[in-house]
T-cell receptor, first 115, second 115 residues
Framework: DTAVSQTPKYLVTQMGNDKSIKCEQN?????MYWYKQDSKKFLKIMFS???????INETVPNRFSPKSPDKAHLNLHINSLELGDSAVYFC??????????????FGPGTRLLVL | AQKITQTQPGMFVQEKEAVTLDCTYDTSDPSYGLFWYKQPSSGEMIFLIYQGSYDQQNATEGRYSLNFQKARKSANLVISASQLGDSAMYFCAMREGWTGNQFYFGTGTSLTVIP
């Protein structure tokens, strides 16, 4: 059973297009995250939701919009894709926001290439 | 100031030898957790080991151990008996406090195991 899953795994698209990445976790966790990993492997937090409530909203272009229909799902929609959006996008989840002992588990990543 | 610092961009180790990957952290919160993740070339982020700030003993998980030196604010990962499959990027991360939702990641260390 996959704990945190993402679709699609690969996404190749043209500049200016709109695309979505879906994430689902079956761990029963309350908190989900989106990260961007650039070509230098640096991991940058983008968003975090706790029980469908947005709790972290880092400085990212407003072309990026997260949506959490329920606590098991967190989707990322990207409008007007740009070359600089090419990266690996990771979804992750953790039990909740009440303890520093909670581990974060990652999805397999979505490799986005904007041409 | 950086919350997590990994000063070794790249490391090499001979197969079957032990290797230490450095991680220092910065926090004024007495409650925090430290995590190590492995990212092989296939791209997924794999949770390896956790150390809590109140833990009296260093964490161990199989061949992985965490050399936790609280006064020095360091949480080095020790991999014993290195295997070729240990070649990967390794990330140190921290989560602060009872309500802190943010996970802070270091820039990673690329480990290459030489046969």
């Amino acid at each position: 059973d996959t704990a945190v899953s993402q679709t699609p795994k690969y996404l190749v698209t043209q500049m200016g297009n709109d695309k979505s990445i879906k994430c689902e976790q079956n761990l029963g966790h309350d908190t989900m995250y989106w990260y961007k990993q650039d070509s230098k492997k640096f991991l940058k937090i983008m968003f975090s939701y706790n029980n469908k409530e947005l709790i972290i909203n880092e400085t990212v272009p407003n072309r990026f919009s997260p949506k959490s229909p329920d606590k098991a799902h967190l989707n990322l929609h990207i409008n007007s894709l740009e070359l600089g959006d090419s990266a690996v996008y990771f979804c992750a989840s953790s039990q909740g926001r009440t303890s520093f002992v909670e581990t974060q588990y990652f999805g397999p990543g979505t490799r986005l290439l904007v041409l | 100031a950086q919350k997590i610092t990994q000063t070794q961009p790249g490391m090499f180790v001979q197969e079957k030898e032990a290797v230490t990957l450095d991680c220092t952290y910065d926090t004024s919160d007495p409650s925090y957790g430290l995590f190590w993740y492995k990212q092989p070339s296939s791209g997924e982020m794999i949770f390896l080991i956790y150390q809590g700030s109140y833990d009296q003993q260093n964490a161990t998980e199989g061949r992985y151990s965490l050399n936790f030196q609280k006064a020095r604010k360091s949480a080095n990962l020790v991999i014993s008996a290195s295997q070729l499959g240990d070649s990967a990027m390794y990330f140190c991360a921290m989560r602060e406090g009872w309500t802190g939702n943010q996970f802070y990641f270091g820039t990673g260390t690329s480990l290459t195991v030489i046969p």
